[in-house]
Nanobody
Framework: QVQLVESGGGSVQAGGSLRLSCAASGYVPYCMGWFRQAPGKEREGVAAIDSFDHTTYAESVKGRFTISRDKARNALHLQMSSLKSEDTAMYYC?????????????????WGQGTQVTVSS
């Protein structure tokens, strides 16, 4: 079992930046990812990373978001820059997918409770 707790969400104006963090406890997951879900929409993959720091990004965030992990602290981060109103969503940390670096929500076995990101234009 792994427990995931997100932090760092908030409100920001378009063009601004936020850094999300996810603390993992229980054991060190090999593969982790960030997802988001806006009201009335399906949960979508944002970025994923493996234990070798290989990454995958959704096209909509490439060049703006950076996923990273601090193995010593068993933490996952998502640095978000040049934020747009369409980035507004609840952001979730996930771990241990059936396929590493997948951006498909159903592939993941563990989820955090989420942290809200609101971008105003």
């Amino acid at each position: 079992q792994v427990q995931l707790v997100e932090s760092g969400g908030g409100s920001v104006q378009a063009g601004g930046s936020l850094r999300l963090s996810c603390a993992a406890s229980g054991y060190v997951p090999y593969c982790m990812g960030w997802f988001r879900q806006a009201p009335g929409k399906e949960r979508e993959g944002v970025a994923a990373i493996d234990s070798f720091d290989h990454t995958t990004y959704a096209e909509s965030v490439k060049g703006r978001f950076t996923i990273s992990r601090d193995k010593a602290r068993n933490a996952l981060h998502l640095q978000m820059s040049s934020l747009k109103s369409e980035d507004t969503a609840m952001y979730y940390c996930a771990a241990e997918p059936s396929l590493c670096r997948s951006l498909v929500a159903s592939d993941y076995n563990y989820w955090g409770q989420g942290t809200q990101v609101t971008v105003s234009s």
